[in-house]
């Protein structure tokens, strides 16, 4: 069974920081592309930064400079930094693992993320 933990979602105030984290279970973890995700209320869900199997990076315009995706394949967990947040990076962040080769698509249940003074 695949399973895919987020935490580290929470209450900060802008300007703060935030580190997420996912750990999978129940995939060979070290050959999929990780990937976190955002949707807030009335849009659609966006990509926020993918790491592949080969550390290759990628990141969404708006948090470029400020989010840094990262995976640590000994504990099967793919993090999330995000510093100097602002409210227009509230949402559901989710936590995503892809290997295209066999199709195979998981995620998360979500963690709230809530920038506010």
């Known amino acids: 069974q695949v399973q895919l933990v987020e935490s580290g979602g929470g209450l900060v105030q802008p300007g703060g920081s935030l580190r997420l984290s996912c750990a999978a279970s129940?995939?060979?973890?070290?050959?999929?592309?990780m990937g976190w995700y955002r949707q807030a209320p009335g849009k659609q869900r966006e990509l926020v930064a993918r790491i592949t199997s080969g550390g290759s990076l990628g990141y969404a315009d708006s948090v470029k400079g400020r989010f840094t995706i990262s995976r640590d394949n000994a504990k099967n967990t793919v993090y999330l930094q995000m510093n100097s947040l602002n409210p227009e990076d509230t949402a559901v962040y989710y936590c995503?693992?892809?290997?295209?080769?066999?199709?195979?698509?998981?995620w998360g249940q979500g963690t709230q993320v809530t920038v506010s003074s």
């Open positions: 129940g995939i060979n973890f070290s050959i999929y592309t």
């Open positions: 995503n693992a892809e290997f295209s080769v066999f199709r195979s698509n998981y």
